[in-house]
């Protein structure tokens, strides 16, 4: 989009390969764009697809499905992600009044 909110280009995921792409972001020279993405046999993980379209390509793989990622930030040569794991313990008491 432009600055006024004219839309300059539309990107369609469908063509890369994934079903679904999420939070994408452009690497800095803007040749790709990094996304947390899902294939279609439900793995997850990140993915480069080129900015002027193509096949994705896998860059990280989740090996574990209890993780939650987030927001990837892109370097000039290091991809960062933001990884948590949700977890609780349940504490319970009888309390007299």
Do not use: C
């Amino acid at each position: 989009m432009s600055r006024d909110g004219e839309v300059l280009s539309r990107y369609d995921p469908e063509p890369a390969g994934l079903p679904g792409l999420g939070t994408p972001r452009f690497s800095p020279d803007g040749s790709r764009i990094y996304a947390i993405g899902t294939e279609e046999d439900g793995s997850r993980g990140v993915f480069w697809v080129p900015a002027a379209g193509g096949r994705a390509t896998k860059v990280v793989a989740w090996d574990d499905p209890s993780l939650n990622t987030s927001f990837p930030v892109v370097g000039p040569e290091h991809l960062y992600l933001v990884v948590s794991k949700t977890e609780s313990d349940i504490w319970v008491m009888d309390l007299e009044w």
